[in-house]
Antibody
Framework: EVQLLESGGGLVQPGGSLRLSCAASGFTFSDSDMTWVRQAPGKGLEWVSKIYFNSAKTFYADSVKGRFTISRDNSKNTVYLQMNSLRVEDTAVYYC????????????WGQGTLVTVSS | IVMTQSPDSLAVSLGERATINCRSSQSVLYSSNHRNYLAWYQQKPGQSPKLLIYWASTRQSGVPDRFSGSGSGTEFTLTISNLQSEDVAVYYC?????????FGQGTRLDFK
């Protein structure tokens, strides 16, 4: 059974940093591209970032480019999202999702971790 | 690519049909493989999104056949036939034709 378990969310002040982690199991992690998607309270889904299975390429939404960094450790079956210079508008539930190879739909999602940016 | 869904919300009676539309600001059809890079997701209250359909019309394993997708290019439709109580949710379309990937704003489906 595919499982994705996010962690690392919490309350942070504007301008602060957080690192989210997503521990994967139940599939060949090193074969799968991974994605982060967020959802602000009461709002819709917003695609945030993607990393190739081998870390060769990364992609970002314009809203987070230059502030967020996605990475992965295939030896630990974990994908990360380093979030710097956080803004109030980054407040959201952050979901980790596995992409179905070889293309971009997300066939499994984690339960999400809440990031709250507030002073 | 901007994805726009319509309507924002709709109410349908049990057993009836619900139709949700999704329009992309540019084509998500790759001519090389004739595939539309369009997926549909369902999100029930308090839950994570769940994949329903990919390639615009292919049902994910385990998804009931009352869910169907159609369309090509820039115009797509999700149809839910014989609406059941468990279908109350918000539905999103997503293009994965190019990064940054993008979602529609969502359509809330309730009972009439």
């Amino acid at each position: 059974e595919v499982q994705l378990l996010e962690s690392g969310g919490g309350l942070v002040q504007p301008g602060g940093s957080l690192r989210l982690s997503c521990a994967a199991s139940g599939f060949t992690f090193s074969d799968s591209d991974m994605t982060w998607v967020r959802q602000a309270p009461g709002k819709g889904l917003e695609w945030v970032s993607k990393i190739y299975f081998n870390s060769a390429k990364t992609f970002y939404a314009d809203s987070v480019k230059g502030r967020f960094t996605i990475s992965r450790d295939n030896s630990k079956n974990t994908v990360y999202l380093q979030m710097n210079s956080l803004r109030v508008e980054d407040t959201a539930v952050y979901y980790c999702a596995k992409e179905a190879p070889p293309t971009g739909w997300s066939d499994h999602w984690g339960q999400g971790t809440l990031v709250t940016v507030s002073s | 690519i901007v994805m726009t869904q319509s309507p924002d919300s709709l109410a349908v009676s049990l057993g009836e049909r619900a139709t949700i539309n999704c329009r992309s600001s540019q084509s998500v059809l790759y001519s090389s493989n004739h595939r539309n890079y369009l997926a549909w997701y369902q999100q029930k209250p308090g839950q994570s999104p769940k994949l329903l359909i990919y390639w615009a019309s292919t049902r994910q394993s385990g998804v009931p056949d009352r869910f169907s997708g159609s369309g090509s290019g820039t115009e797509f439709t999700l149809t839910i036939s014989n609406l059941q109580s468990e279908d109350v949710a918000v539905y999103y379309c997503q293009q994965y034709h190019e990064t940054p990937y993008s979602f529609g704003q969502g359509t809330r489906l309730d009972f009439k």
